[in-house]
T-cell receptor
Framework: SQQGEEDPQALSIQEGENATMNCSYK?????LQWYRQNSGRGLVHLIL?????REKHSGRLRVTLDTSKKSSSLLITASRAADTASYFC????????????FGKGTRLSVIA | DTAVSQTPKYLVTQMGNDKSIKCEQN?????MYWYKQDSKKFLKIMFS???????INETVPNRFSPKSPDKAHLNLHINSLELGDSAVYFC????????????FGPGTRLLVL
């Protein structure tokens, strides 16, 4: 069954605003990853947060993980038009031979 | 230099045909994957190979057969194509296990008429 569920499904903001996307999952995980997909392109890895971590930063990205609530959030600060893309969370379980399970994604539109 | 490359980028074909998609990675990774992304953007794992050995085989029709001639290549052959096979197929790789960061190819857009 699908592991990650992103929320909202779509988000439209003005350039300069912050964008927050949430991801919920169902079972225990080894790590949770966020990926970006520009229209017509492949997925690009953004950030990986391990199950024993609570927060991680990378440039304008901030990811939090709450394993007690089985949820994660991705915050993009000071958004730019180039941030327009779909964002997916993916969960990795503890066994190395189980697949990453992707959510359905959040479509972010940043309007200049 | 493209890290994970796929050919062809677009594939339009008739129902019943057989087609192949090729994937190559130059990252020195041990593990490669095939994913299918449907029209609603849902991305689902199909297969995973580690060092030429099949390690993940999700519920995929027998018409789909992956082949890994070496650890840098993972090809996907599809027999008797059906309308429902229309999707974007992504190849990906990771260093060793599926829990690690994955690097995706640009995708192959398959349209079955």
């Amino acid at each position: 069954s699908q592991q990650g569920e992103e929320d909202p499904q779509a988000l439209s903001i003005q350039e300069g605003e912050n964008a927050t996307m949430n991801c919920s999952y169902k079972t225990s995980i080894n790590n949770l990853q966020w990926y970006r997909q520009n229209s017509g392109r492949g997925l690009v890895h953004l950030i990986l947060i391990r199950s024993n971590e609570r927060e991680k930063h990378s440039g304008r990205l901030r990811v939090t993980l709450d394993t007690s609530k089985k949820s994660s959030s991705l915050l993009i600060t000071a958004s730019r038009a180039a941030d327009t893309a779909s964002y997916f969370c993916a969960t990795a379980r503890n066994s190395g031979n189980t697949p990453l399970v992707f959510g359905k994604g959040t479509r972010l539109s940043v309007i200049a | 230099d493209t890290a994970v490359s796929q050919t062809p980028k677009y594939l339009v074909t008739q129902m019943g045909n057989d087609k192949s998609i090729k994937c190559e990675q130059n990252l020195g990774h041990d593990t490669m994957y095939w994913y299918k992304q449907d029209s609603k953007k849902f991305l689902k794992i199909m297969f995973s190979y580690n060092n030429k050995e099949l390690i993940i085989n999700e519920t995929v029709p027998n018409r789909f057969s992956p082949k890994s001639p070496d650890k840098a290549h993972l090809n996907l052959h599809i027999n008797s194509l059906e309308l429902g096979d229309s999707a974007v197929y992504f190849c990906a790789s990771s260093h060793q296990t599926s829990t690690e960061t994955q690097y995706f190819g640009p995708g192959t857009r398959l349209l079955v008429l």
